[in-house]
């Protein structure tokens, strides 16, 4: 079925076997689902690695296109904080560093995705699955999302190629509540700023969005693809650019004292609940 | 009048005499009408040619801006397809490189363009007429008007540089869904996503608009001219290099069978009717 | 308080005196204030140099973010055309250089400035006052705020990087519109198209907007000015080009015949009412 179960952890045919995402392949679809429901879709070290794969692969397989969504009723609530939290023998610095170093290596891969690339946003979304958004193709999203990016009071800096992405897609002003001033949007907002292309009802959604997509499964895929790749040729070389930007902006924020203050202050507000 | 009569062929003042399209001037405003509307201004390659001339001599001459309209109760249906089917002795190959850079030359005709360009839509669109529109200043239309550019349909993909205008005036997910999704606009939904810049009730459309092209014809022509090129100059270079990777693009897909096969198909499905 | 009186020219606490501007600092904010209500805060060339001077010392204080506003009921009317009449003894040549010189520098402010930059848009905004806005990162007007940029009426053209942002932010027709075909553009209508961020009615304007400033002000400093500052990077170079091509367009209008009737006319009509 199109919209799998929580913690289905079966195996797809014809696709490794992935521990923090789901991944299957029918109607000339990948389809890659955001698998830990219970922490909301929170990503893990390890669920960047793993997605990043996922789109290699998809990359290069049968499909026509690919799609993003999550189990459960979160799309996604950002970056797991608790990858602050270990830090290595070596100290801070090589922490940030490899975080910087797997960021930029996970915003790469769909920057370089060279099919069409889907989001079907399933629930609220959160930090850098909002931010990635920008370089997607189409973003579906159900009525009952939101999208959050809480990047200043938690000391940090928009990565994702979102400064570049938003202000083109929404304006300054709009990029700029969003991106400095912590807003959050509803997916009714978001879809008249381009940051959502359509938006469903809840009741409806998986059903109208899957159906919709099985039939653009069936169009000559070469053209697409082809089609896409036009679009974004011109714009390639400066996301990437803007990614290594922003990795390197975020790896000094990490070691700030106000992105650790931020950060510590979470913790302890979320501990006092 | 400005609305001119089906088929009237009477050359314009000052005008050479054209075949496939009428040109007139008056108010200071140079109108350029696709007169073929027997066909839906199917443009064919005589037209392309003549077009591009028409654009030529306008720009050149004494007045303001041009205004780009069709005759009857089309704007225009686009590239006539029979363009693909009288293949020359030399072959497909020929023809698909004649056809690519006649599609250049008549694209570069639009983005050098030296003053104000108008396209008063007076009806349905389809493929060429509507990318072209990303690089009109002004385009206003009739609520009967359509925006259609089904490209995958046909195996194709996309020309008149919309691969780099439109996701810049509508969005990534919105340019997708037209570009690569063959997803049809009326006109409101077109003016939402700001390829039409002002959309006017059909029973008024010609007067409305007349009007008030006439009022902007009094304005200062050459501060209207250089605020335009001040607008283009940063995008000029680019434009065209857009221009000729579409054009290159659309040469493979010419040859391609994903696009032989549709376009077979086309005039198969139309015989049958 | 927030929203001075007329006429205040009490000198801020930290700030050296202004002549034609009042400058205060509290809650982390720098507020800025065009000072001539009775002229509708029409720039002269000492106001020029005022905003200049304000901003730059804006950048480097303490503040978390700066607020450009006007005393009174206008947010600002424009150039002072009467910064025309006085022609100096080495003739129009030198009084359009200078201009230009002048202009060019203002601009160069705004682009560079290195911090969250607010519009508090409280009446009326006109010429200049409007095409900077694309150069601010937040603009929040009253809904009795109009926006108009009657270039081509005065026989000018473009300036504030408008020719490049405007295009942008709201799309070829409607940037055509304002800056070749001097539409005026209410609130709302700003607001749809971007140029505006929010629109408040007009009775709790103040009191809505300087409270959600004030905690604006409490986020953390550097992420924000950092977070600005990658969305900004990539496009400085590319201001600074246009702002000078502006103003060198700008020098030639000046000197041109149509320009010079279009003022003289102003002034002659302004005489008659």
Redesign the interface.
Known sequence: SESPTKNNTEPSIGHKMYETIQVSCEDRITKIFLNRPEKKNAITLKMYEEIGKALEEAGKDESVFAVLSGVGDYFCSGNDLNNFTNIPPEGKEKMANDSADLLEAFVSKFIDFPK?LVAVVNGPATGISVTIL?L????YATDRATFHTP???L????EGCS??TF???????????M????KKLTAHEACNL?L???VFPDSSFQKEVWERLKE?GT??????A???Q??R??EKE?LH??NI??CE?LK??WL?E??MN?IISFFQNRAKL
Chains 1, 2, 3 share one sequence.
């Open positions: 069409p920008g997607f193709d189409l973003v990047f200043s009071q000391g940090q800096s928009p400064s570049y202000p083109r897609m929404m304006g300054l002003g709009k990029a700029t509540e991106l400095l001033f912590n381009g959502v292309t359509e653009y169009l000559p895929k070469n053209s697409l082809f089609s896409k036009l679009i040729v011109n400066k650019a803007v930007q922003e902006r000094e924020r700030s106000e992105c931020a």
